[in-house]
């Protein structure tokens, strides 16, 4: 069992950045795969990237690749989402999840664990 909670969400304008942070309550949160899905307005939930349980491995978006970075400190039990050169598009409530595996391909992973979300809103 895992507990995640987001943070870090704001209101930013267009071209800046936000860093997403998602802490976990698991004593075993190091085998755990994390991601970042991201729900817009009337949209439907969307994946955004994922770090495998060592960091060794990561998966993106295409819509966000060269702009996002996901990382992880397995010692803080905190995945980081780095988010650059941010567009209206961006705007959403962004939310993490995590998956225990220590697969290190993280393209196709079921996530059973969610967090409550944080809201990004980028303005033009």
């Known amino acids: 069992q895992v507990q995640l909670v987001e943070s870090g969400g704001g209101l930013v304008q267009a071209g800046g950045s936000l860093r997403l942070s998602c802490a976990a309550s698991?004593?075993?949160?190091?085998?755990?795969?994390i991601a970042w899905f991201r729900q817009a307005p009337g949209k439907e939930r969307e994946f955004v990237a994922a770090?495998?349980?060592?960091?060794?491995?990561?998966y993106y978006a295409d819509s966000v690749k060269g702009r996002f970075t996901i990382s992880r400190d397995n010692a803080k039990k905190t995945v980081y989402l780095q988010m650059n050169s941010l567009k209206p598009e961006d705007t959403g409530v962004y939310y993490c999840?995590?998956?225990?595996?220590?697969?290190?391909?993280?393209?196709?992973?079921?996530?059973?664990?969610w967090g409550q979300g944080t809201q990004v809103t980028v303005t033009s």
């Open positions: 698991a004593r075993t949160f190091s085998t755990y795969a």
């Open positions: 999840a995590a998956d225990r595996t220590l697969s290190d391909d993280v393209r196709w992973l079921s996530y059973d664990y």
């Open positions: 770090i495998s349980w060592s960091g060794s491995s990561t």
